[in-house]
């Protein structure tokens, strides 16, 4: 497992929770991967994964870990205690992240000499990266790798300006020209060295017909973009019964306030508009027609990784009687995240085993904006993923002896 | 159509919104009937439909629409006025009802003289009602008739002490000695007689081995218990959400106020138990075990017939970190139940034409404590409603010409 | 009374309310005035008020007062149909508003035929303001004139760059030099004509060095900022509370939401600006230390008039534990603010009778930024209301015989 | 500080806190008696507090510490490890409770070896609690004590049984016939010994007649009933809003969740009672009329000491027309009483070293019903407190050299 801002809160969370895991020490609550109906896919145990990462920050993990504990309330310090020396070993296995595109709020964050002080050509940077793998690879003597995106928002990326043929862009790579975003030189590095490639950010990353080229020509698989963890994730288990009772939603306001550092980053209106295209996505494809929206997203200190919020749905019913439901969700941000991150991971591994090509579209549930899937009810997506899991047999055993 | 409580307020919007919708008056908004996957069913028209009921109160059909209209201030005054003539035609159509097992609040509204001073037996009672349905298809030369049981909660009734063979229970009938609810009174005439019996109440009604073994001996169809309109129509739509993400509901409040003429019947605690039970099953089936649960309901009068229901849910995710969601539904009461009882109808009216006997499964998505079914997650019932539409060919019309 | 603004929402309401008031037609719930420490204060009946006033659009009243009607659900409609010679009689004395510095939005609203094709300098619109005062007082044989201001808000103003002595300012106006928003020119009219301004919106109006000069001069009285009717008037209730708890609040969020037309001008960012500031103010003169706040201000049509408001206070008590209240509020926009205008007319109205010269500062409790006092709690507000009438005797009747 | 009820939540976190302040290890947030107006009053130090206590359960203090600490996650472990010398103090100072009249759920939870297997006269237990409290003073050389009630809240009782006058019930007490339940026999042992007796608990505790004259005998003072924490607190800030804008409340519904020892008590629906009335008064009071109002008060376990509540307030304003409100608090418990108890602790000090005697209204603001106090609006509350430390001096110190 090689997590893209290994020092983030939701990696934290991953590592924290995966050292408890392998452990015994703690249920296995939030992991979708335990459900009765994923019990018979031979699914890689915790105790054979190895945590790896890039990150462009330079605190040591297990203060990171601390710092966690303390700003939630959510979970015991003794967690943290425990995992220490699992922490110490992720630490050594992290490398100094891209920061090209990010914009200056998450460059301003950076540790300019952990990260290098002159940014290479975007073809460098690709070459590092894949380096990068290679060497935990080896050092691990690793089966297979599964890269998930962790890092904070980016600004919008347009698209159109890329050539839509991976050979166009390899020779742009080659002599110097591509201007990618970090997500997308990451996730060029871990197709191009035949890992697995999930992005779990609302960024760009593999989303472009030439990494998708790139993902079948290697053989390899990818998904994204954006974990749908609470105030979309009930989006898409509410809206659905608004449709089903032909009940016309009319507005659908969500106001979302929260603290951790993807709060302040997304304070930054450009980071912020990626996300909040993200979320909006949902309504109209679920309902078939669009009612006015209104998402916001507010960086409140006070709150850290506790995500606050407050949706406010007026719809109209029969005799065009207008009615309204209202929903409070308050969940801790990294706590909800972090579960989807292991589940993500032992899903695509079996999917890599059995050599799944492109697009893993089954995953669709655990994204707000499901690549390859336009369905974004909630059962409907879990539907696709049980029916894959119904296809498979057992399996092999995830490692070699 | 027959409706049981024919003056009551869901009854009312029932009556004034197929005036509106047979003059095209409105749009089809809150039928789930008129959704696509049904398109092609041939249903029957609002224009088809002829509607009585029985009733114990004595109001004109007209003042209850005005004084709706007044205490929900939820629809146009006009929307009444138009509807004058039919709600007239409807009036003149509705017949004493039954208060066997009402519960003395629910006799407390009763109009003595025009129910009777003197409870006949429950046999002789069976009879009314079968004459009543007899007298209603002849004066209108009705192909079929739906009965659909609106009428405030009763007690609950112990089916224990019934015998659970038809015959039997039919020589109780006979010889006077049967102790038989309202609702199951009705439901026996509307079998007996061969109609269809859809139970939206709470009530015990056709949910009894000898009545299930009734509707198979006269080759008709019935199905209930309890119209889900609100509060647990969210429940069914985020219970699974909770079960899908593997996320443990630790507790789920909800308390739920409201002032109809319902409400003032809920609050005896006779009454209130069979609602508080019907509401309270589904958590345990959809999730898989039984979180701690508490359902309240108050009579609060200001409310009127906006039932506001407030949810709690606790929650366990991963790192065993305990969160929360709250909901709030301000719905008003008969607007959401009367386009699913014009629902029930054009379905039944179809099922009925196909020759469909006993228990109607597919239409559990309708239903809180569904008969015949045990999935109680929204997505899975409204699949059970378009796999039985997709099976279904275009059908013949409705009625004859 | 002259309402600035007098077709609008809160405008038609109070015309609609005096007119039921003043036919006995209703309860007085929602005065201020009504309360029994008012009651010894010989305020002016409602049959002794004559409405007109100054706007910008052209239809008409009565038809502005059935669209409210319609689209608030809040009110019968037999309460226009019985005010109607009222409200006509309204309309005759509405005179064309005034359009400086309005900005784009409100100017876009506006009938260009009515308010006249070229904008007069504000010295001339100084003029014609006084001079339809002057004729509204001659024509109705009036004692005394109220003015008060309900137009939608308008883009800040810069006060810095205006004369703070009046003479200076007057000067301007006669050279045609002086550049000043509506809500000040309207001031100066209605102060310069001897009238009382009274200013309900977030604009400058008279909240003015030079003229504070005017009103002493001319020996009137004024007062303003921001009616104080909904989310704002429940921060001022709450917010004394943690202060005398000693609970330190961290942050206090506010999302309000609404969409009638004074929603559509607050739309656009330099309008919103200036209620934004208004809004914000409150919190820190409370607490005494200024909480991260953050007000946003949305425009969802749907909501037509009823303003719902989510607010999250996060604090923190003994042991630094963090805590949350969160409420919302569902009102009905024009129907909270109406009564505080008919509040405020008998209270200056009783205030110019006893000859109160300046800033009426009593009045504290009716605004969100209070000229002449800094106490926003409001029961400390409502107290200085208390004080002034427990000062004042029966006093003489409110108009001569 | 003598506690009944010693190894609660509350006491337990009184005792914590009280730790940290000592060693000035944390801020004064929630300490009303740090607030400006009362600087000037030389109140006790927290460093001048010795702790004891009564209480029928026999854990350890510093385990209810720690199982605090985990069940609420509101604060650091390391709270508990620094406090625990002086908790172990403080448990060393705990004498076996009263039972008298406790209802059987609060029995069930008493520890009988330790309470004693025989339950005493109700002048026996008079005699040993006076001798407790003795002794304590001694082993101590306290200037003065102050016993505060925090044991959980009783059935109700009648107090019509009970003597008014004090030589009646004395002459029952030493005839053996008295019956009194624990509240009220504390009170008789801490009044007849001279110390001041606050009541935080809606248990009946001094307010009676008999005791008033008690107290005024014993030249000592006390107070309650009924702490106002969390709900009550909100109300009785809002309600005074909606007096003072003649906003006619039509109904308010107040519904409880917790899972404390505290919530399992008053899961037995006579300790119940006492606590639902208790919290039912205010609206009444302070609007002037009696709305239609509901509370509910729901044990659920998953909560613990994190009490929530929801608030749905139905009003009506100008024109008649209905609007909502409403609230959620989360707060926990023991966090928001603790701070009070402290509060109690130096104002009651300084009332008695300025020679109180009978009831304290000025303390009117802490309590749910105030005794010797009719109004319930927060900031009139307030300032009553504020007016009485106003007219203090700076006094003389609180402990004699």
Same mark, same amino acid.
């Given at each position: 497992l090689w997590l893209i801002g290994a020092r983030g809160s939701v990696a934290t969370t991953v590592s924290i929770g995966l050292s408890a895991l392998r452990r015994g020490a703690m249920p296995t609550t939030g992991l979708v991967s335990q459900l009765a109906p994923f019990a018979h896919l031979n699914l890689i145990? %915790?105790?054979?994964?190895?945590?790896?990462? +890039?990150?462009?920050?330079r605190p040591r993990l297990i203060d990171e870990a601390y710092k966690l504990h303390e700003s939630t309330r959510a979970f015991e310090r003794s967690r943290v205690d425990d995992a220490a020396a699992d922490l110490e070993e992720i630490d050594a296995c992290i490398r100094p992240g891209v920061l090209h595109g990010v914009g200056p709020t998450i460059a301003g964050l950076a540790d300019a000499e952990w990260c290098g002080a002159v940014l290479p050509s975007a073809g460098e940077a690709v070459q590092r990266v894949a380096a990068d793998l290679e060497e935990f690879r080896r050092a691990h003597s690793l089966a297979r790798i599964i890269v998930i995106n962790l890092a904070s928002t980016?600004?919008?990326f347009d698209a159109r300006t890329l050539p839509t043929e991976w050979d166009e862009l390899a020779a742009q790579l080659a002599a110097g020209t591509?201007?990618?975003?970090?997500?997308?030189?990451?996730?060029?590095?871990?197709? &191009?060295?035949?890992?697995?490639?999930?992005?779990?950010?609302? *960024?760009v990353g593999s989303d472009l017909a030439a990494l998708q080229q790139l993902a079948r020509l290697r053989r390899t698989c990818h998904m994204g973009r954006d974990g749908k963890t609470g105030e979309t994730l009930v989006k898409s288990a509410l809206a659905p019964m608004f449709a089903m009772r032909n009940l016309e939603v009319m507005s659908w306001v969500g106001h979302n306030i929260f603290g951790n550092l993807d709060g302040q980053v997304l304070d930054d209106p450009a980071n912020k508009k990626t996300k909040v295209t993200s979320k909006d996505a949902l309504l109209a494809e679920v309902l078939g027609y669009a009612p006015?929206? +209104?998402?916001s997203i507010e960086f409140i200190r006070s709150l850290g990784d506790w995500k606050t919020a407050w949706d406010h749905i007026h719809f109209r019913?029969?005799?065009?009687?207008? /009615?309204? /439901?209202?929903?409070?969700?308050q969940g801790c941000d990294s706590m909800l995240a972090a579960p989807l991150v292991v589940d993500l991971l032992r899903f695509a591994d079996r999917a890599a085993r059995d050599?799944?090509?492109?697009?893993?579209? %089954?995953?669709?549930? %655990?994204?707000? *904006?499901? /690549?390859? *899937? +336009?369905? +974004?009810?909630?059962?409907?997506?879990?539907?696709?993923?049980?029916?894959?899991?119904?296809?498979?047999? &057992?399996?092999?055993?995830?490692v070699k002896d």
């Open positions: 145990n %915790f105790d054979q994964v190895v945590i790896g990462g +890039h990150e462009i920050r980016e600004p919008p591509a201007v990618l975003p970090a997500s997308t030189i990451y996730a060029i590095g871990a197709l &191009n060295a035949g890992t697995v490639y999930i992005n779990f950010t609302p *960024s006015q929206t +209104h998402i019913g029969f005799l065009g009687v207008p /009615m309204t /439901m209202q929903f409070t969700w050599g799944a090509v492109g697009e893993l579209a %089954f995953l669709a549930s %655990f994204f707000k *904006s499901p /690549m390859g *899937s +336009h369905d +974004h009810a909630l059962a409907a997506q879990f539907q696709q993923l049980t029916r894959w899991a119904a296809e498979r047999s &057992n399996g092999a055993k995830p």
